[in-house]
């Protein structure tokens, strides 16, 4: 399923190769793309919202909102 991320506190490059470095811890995430200037990630995974959201804000990130798209 893919999923749109909304995401507070990013606000450099590192951020989003924190984001993704998290993204990426998912069991079985695809397609991961994270987006600066929209402060959103969207990625293709069957993870549950709350596990997600975990490992976004486990970086020092808040999850505005997750939607299925």
Same mark, same amino acid.
């Given at each position: *399923?893919?999923?749109?991320?909304? =995401?507070?506190? *990013? @606000? !450099?490059? /590192? !951020? #989003? ?9 998912? /069991? $079985?995430?695809? +397609? ?10 969207? #990625? ?5 919202? $709350? @596990? =997600?959201?975990?490992? =976004?804000? $486990?970086? +020092?990130? $808040? ?7």
């Amino acid at each position: *399923m893919k999923k749109k991320i909304l =995401i507070e506190g *990013m @606000s !450099c490059k /590192n !951020c #989003v190769a924190h984001v993704t470095e998290a993204l990426e811890e998912l /069991n $079985d995430a695809k +397609g991961i793309e994270v987006n600066l200037e929209g402060k959103y990630a969207v #990625v293709e995974t069957n993870e549950a919202d $709350d @596990s =997600i959201k975990e490992k =976004i804000e $486990d970086m +020092g990130y $808040d999850v505005i909102k997750i939607e299925n798209i």
